[in-house]
Every structure is written in structure tokens, then in C-alpha cells.
């Protein structure tokens, strides 16, 4: 197995090892994979990790589980290019040079027997974030009001049990919303309400208004500023609008940070928090976006002592090394001095695949140019055909997630999240090339078969 980064969770090790094995399948090796015990047993970790790297395949669609079995390789999906559940990071390599550099001093460190590492990483990164959100003597938060998990689904799965939200609680989200979190919520059983957006991009504030006065609406999930995956700000009147429209109701409000840091322009000086009440606020943020994928961990800033209870009570085991290299980062600001350069990298980067989309396809496609992210929503004339178009684009660095992925309900058929995460202007025209082909072969066959009615 390859080496992994010291200090991190035992369950992503298992993740990794697991992959290894669905690459060996891939190749034409077996697509059975190890049984719960024997992977324990070989990998001396508990049953609740390999179920837990287990469980997150599932969740991907890149395994199965059949009764009495075992867990198999989804062969078919993986030849077909399967449907992503999330677009690829784009690799910070200055960064996360510098999270190892700090690991590697913390260890030496270590190594002499300096401090109660296991309370330190989590203390300081706690710290650091309640810096970081802090506005004012009136916006102000503490160490104890920052909450951390190993990743999104793990701090939703929390969350969600901290608040008490059963399965059948009502949970009005934007639309379309994050994968994340609606993954999170159909998991717990939520029944899932969408608010659509309206002409200018912002979800639809009478619709909002309609649902919390005739529906028993318990959370509303909502962005911080920018709406993913359309890449839009979200406007200064409607936060003020929506942070109106919250105090007539008692609901809370999560507010979605997690792409926040990547509007192009920097993140605006209002977010939606300042409009609320703050005790009945939680702020969703992570690091992947910023650090990339070796910095996978969530957090929540709550005043709820429920909800602090609740993630004391989980016991998460992070690896301590890795939240003080990341609260290093944050204390030096290392992280914010990337920033800059990654939300001119991304600007560049869609604007360039706009480009060549429109030479493409012309009036075929109709697109908006974002105002941060690292997605160009794009929507075609005709209903997609997702399995055509991951075979299209298998092996080249243009990624692509089906719309449907942003709605519990059936949505966005017509439309496709897209990244460019190539350099070369040549390799970009040939890869869209490719996605026109798969598409004029679609339509050709829907031309040679027409659906019966």
C-alpha cells in the first residue's frame, strides 16, 4: 500500500487501500473486495473504520454490497465513467508544502516530548477559526463555539442528530443546492424542499416566504454569499430580505461557507450571518476548497451548547499534527496569501472553458460567466445522456458532474457543472470537442429512435 500522510485518520488510510483495489479491478483483476474482518485483520483497524471507508465507497457509487456476499466493484459504472459525486480539487501544491513543512517541525517537536498534542491540534485550530470569523466586539466568536469533524458528511451527520431533526423533518434548501449536503439530508430521511432561483440567480424569496408560513420548516440551508453551482453572488438586498424574513420565524439557519473564500473578488463585506439572529445560526465551512484534498476537514461555529455537546459526545479522532500545521496556516496567513492567487487561477480557468464553449457549441448552450467557484454551469437544449459523456471525457482534464447530481427532485437534466483542470489551450479545445461529439451522437440516436409516447 502506498504511504500515507502521517497522522491521518485511520479510516481515509482504509479509503485509499480500498481504491488500489478498484484500480486493480478496473484493470481486469478481481472486483470482489475484502470482507469487513478479513480487511480488518490486514489492516489492523477496527470494523466501524473499514465499514466507515466502506460506507463512503458506497456513498460514491463505486461499490455495492449484495446480501450474504460481500462488498463488489461497481465494474459497469467505472467502465461507463460512473456519476462523480464531487468535482476533483484542483492541487495547491505551495500549500500543502507548507502544511507538511509545519507537520514535520511539529513532529520533531514531538519526538522531545513537547505538550499534550491530542488537546493542542484541536484547541488551536478552534482558536484560529474563532479569530478568523471574528468582525467586531458585536460579530465575535470563541474556541468553544467551533465545532470540528473529518469531513462534511461526518459534521452534517452530527449536526443534523444535534438538532434533533428525525427522519420526516422538513429542510428548505436552495436549488440547485450542494451535493453534499443533500446527500446529508437524504441519508437522514429529511423530507427535502427546493427553493428554485429567481431571474437574478438568488432563491426565490416569496417562495421562501410561501414555504415557511404553510410548511413546519425546521432548517434552512442557505449560502454565505456565492451560490454554487451557478457561481453567483448573492446580492446585498436579498441577504438583508431573507435575514428580515427569518425573525418572523423560529428556524434555524445554516449558512453554507464552504466555497465562500473563492469569489473572484474576494468575499464581499456582508455575508448573510449579519442579518440573523446569531443564536440561531451555524456557519458550514472546510479547508478542501482552500488547502485541497489533504486537508479534508469540516467545522461549525454554533452558539447551540447542544450542538458542542453533541460533537464532544462523536469523539472524533483527527489527527493532531494536521489541525496544528492547519492552525499554523491560518495564524501565519499562508492560507489567504494563496487565495489570491487561486481565485485569479480559477477566474482564468472558466473563463477560458466559456470560451471555448461558446466556439463550440454556439447558441446551443447557454452559460452565464460566474463570480466565483471552480464550475461553469452550463445548460444544453436537449435532456443529457450522462453515460456518452463520462466516456467522452474519460482521461482528460476536463470534469464534468451531471446537473440531476444539485437536486433531490429530478432537475437540471439539461445541464452539466464543468471544471478545467488542464493548461494547455490545445488539450481544453480537443476536450470539448470530444463532450460535442458525444452530444451530436445523442441526438442523432434520439433523431434514428424517438421516445414512444
Known amino acids: 500500500m502506498a ?22 479491478a478496473t484493470a481486469g483483476g478481481p472486483n470482489r473486495l475484502p470482507s469487513l474482518r478479513e480487511l480488518s485483520r490486514r ?20 461499490v455495492h454490497c449484495l446480501p450474504r456476499s460481500g462488498y463488489f466493484v461497481r465494474l459497469a459504472d467505472l467502465q461507463q465513467g460512473g456519476m462523480p459525486r464531487q468535482a476533483p480539487q484542483l492541487a495547491q501544491p505551495l500549500l500543502e508544502r507548507a502544511l507538511f513543512t509545519h507537520e514535520r517541525r511539529l513532529a520533531r517537536q514531538r519526538e522531545r516530548g513537547a505538550g499534550p498534542w491530542e488537546v493542542q491540534g484541536s484547541a ?17 466568536w470563541r474556541a468553544d463555539d467551533v465545532q470540528v469533524a473529518p469531513d462534511v458528511p461526518a459534521l452534517l451527520e452530527t449536526l443534523l442528530a444535534a438538532l434533533a431533526l428525525q427522519s420526516g423533518t422538513t429542510v428548505l434548501v436552495q ?20 427553493v428554485p432561483p429567481d431571474p437574478r440567480g438568488n432563491p426565490d424569496l416569496q417562495a421562501v416566504a410561501r414555504l415557511l408560513g404553510c410548511e413546519p420548516v425546521r432548517l434552512l440551508v442557505m449560502p454565505s454569499c456565492l451560490g454554487l453551482p451557478q457561481g453567483r453572488l448573492v446580492s446585498l438586498h436579498y441577504q438583508q430580505q431573507l435575514g428580515l424574513l ?9 449558512e453554507n461557507d464552504l466555497d465562500s473564500e473563492l469569489c473572484y473578488s474576494g468575499p464581499p463585506a456582508t455575508r448573510l450571518r449579519d442579518w440573523v439572529d446569531p443564536r440561531r445560526l451555524m456557519i458550514m465551512g472546510a479547508f478542501e476548497a482552500a488547502v485541497g484534498p489533504e486537508a479534508p476537514y469540516a467545522y461549525v461555529l454554533s452558539l447551540d451548547t447542544a450542538l458542542a455537546k453533541a460533537f464532544c459526545e462523536r469523539a472524533f479522532r483527527l489527527a493532531p499534527l494536521r489541525l496544528l500545521a492547519l492552525a499554523h496556516l491560518l495564524a501565519k496567513g499562508d492560507i489567504e496569501a494563496q487565495l489570491v492567487a487561486l481565485r485569479s487561477n480559477l477566474q482564468q480557468r472558466t473563463q477560458n472553458l466559456a470560451c471555448a464553449l461558446t466556439a ?27 453515460d456518452a459523456i463520462a466516456t467522452a471525457l474519460a482521461g482528460c482534464a476536463l470534469h464534468a458532474l451531471p446537473g440531476e447530481q444539485f437536486s433531490l427532485h429530478g432537475r437540471y437534466r439539461q445541464h452539466l457543472a ?36
Do not use: N
Open 246 to 254: 427569518l425573525s418572523q420565524h423560529s428556524v434555524w439557519l445554516l
Open 360 to 386: 463550440q457549441f454556439a447558441q446551443r448552450v447557454v452559460l452565464e460567466p460566474p463570480q466565483g467557484g471552480r464550475m461553469l454551469w452550463v445548460r444544453f437544449e436537449q435532456p443529457l445522456a450522462w
Open 124 to 140: 488551536r485550530l478552534r482558536d484560529a477559526l474563532a479569530e478568523r470569523y471574528t468582525r467586531c466586539s458585536r460579530q465575535y
Open 3 to 24: 504511504r500515507t500522510a502521517a497522522g491521518e485518520f485511520a479510516y481515509r488510510r482504509v479509503y485509499r487501500y480500498l481504491e488500489a483495489l478498484i484500480g486493480q
Open 175 to 194: 436549488s440547485p443546492c450542494c451535493g453534499h449536503v443533500l446527500r446529508a439530508l437524504a441519508r437522514a430521511g429529511m423530507r427535502v424542499l427546493e
Open 43 to 62: 489492516l489492523r483497524v477496527s470494523l466501524a473504520t473499514v465499514q466507515s471507508a466502506y460506507s463512503l465507497l458506497e456513498e460514491e457509487g463505486r
Open 418 to 453: 464543468l471544471m478545467w483542470l488542464g493548461d494547455c489551450p490545445g488539450d481544453l479545445q480537443q476536450a470539448v470537442q470530444r463532450l460535442a461529439q458525444a452530444l451530436e451522437l445523442r441526438r442523432r440516436r434520439v433523431r434514428r429512435f424517438p421516445p414512444e409516447s
